[in-house]
Structures are given as structure tokens and as C-alpha cells.
């Protein structure tokens, strides 16, 4: 079936190009801001859950240190550094 391009074939096309338009501008508006704010604050509680031993348990007062780890005394140091091997590079005039 061959379509006749009228005046009343016109006026839909543009009626559905409005409608389609204004309805991404009000889904990019309201929608996905409100969307993106759910995500955030899910992640926000996931992260609390995940980590409120961490922060409940520390509560020191200020200016008190604690060390948890000790140095590890198996380590070899040497005072010198490392050695590195090196040829002395001379111009001959």
C-alpha cells in the first residue's frame, strides 16, 4: 500500500517527532535524576553496611595512637645500598 504525503500525513509526523521529544526531555528531567539518586543511595548503604564494624569500633579519643601491625624483623637490610657496576667513559683527542 502506497501512502500519499498530505497534509494530514504531515501533521501526525510531526505530532509523533513533539511527543517523542517531550517525552525523552521529561524521562531525562525526572526520571533518570531520581533513578541515579536511588543507585547512589544504595551504594551509599551497601558501603556503610559493608563497613560499619570498621568505623563503630573505632572511636579513640583525640591524640591516642594505635599500632596494630609490627615491623617485620625477618627483612635483611644492608647499609651500603646496592652495588651497581659501571665502566668509566673517556673522549680520546
Known sequence: M???AGLVNLVRTIAIV???????KLIGRYV???????FINKQQEKFN???SNNFSSRSRNEGE???TASPNKSTKHDDFGEFVD????????
Open 18 to 24: 513533539l511527543a517523542v521529544y517531550y517525552s525523552i
Open 49 to 51: 553496611q559493608q563497613h
Open 65 to 67: 595512637v594505635e599500632i
Open 32 to 38: 533518570l535524576p531520581w533513578l541515579l539518586k536511588r
Open 2 to 4: 502506497i501512502q500519499e
Open 86 to 93: 659501571y665502566e668509566e667513559i673517556t673522549e680520546d683527542k
